[in-house]
């Protein structure tokens, strides 16, 4: 996942203590609950034939059926938020190769 950094740079604790922080209403709002609209909006902003799952659903479905799925879908996620868990399933990958041409006789291809 990329090179090994030796020389990493230690946190300077005078300019987190000194420098700007947040406000007591934006630390507030970043721990708050999260909400229908937050989902729906983040759904929105996945393209509509991205990360199809392994059930072959893309994000096009669940924004065409939101009003059939969102009860549902709301719930789910809300229950991660709250208890950091998921149904193990929401986590499953899948790779699938593409070739790029009709005659691929290689992993490259």
């Known amino acids: 996942m990329g090179n090994e950094d030796r020389c990493l740079q230690h946190v300077d604790l005078s300019v ?8 007591y209403n934006q630390r507030k709002n970043l721990i708050a609950p999260i909400q229908e609209k937050e989902i729906y909006e983040a759904l929105h902003d996945v393209g509509d034939s991205k990360a199809p799952g392994v059930d072959g659903y893309s994000a096009k479905l669940f924004k065409t059926c939101w009003n059939i799925v969102k009860q549902d879908l709301v719930k ?9 868990t998921m149904y193990k399933a929401f986590n499953g990958t899948l790779v699938t190769l593409h070739p790029k041409s009709a005659d691929a006789k290689y992993l490259k291809d």
């Not at 987190?16 to 406000?23: A, D, H």
């Not at 789910?76 to 950091?84: E, G, L, P, T, V």
């Open 16 to 23: 987190v203590r000194e420098g700007p922080q947040l406000s």
């Open 76 to 84: 789910a996620i809300c229950y991660w938020f709250k208890h950091n």
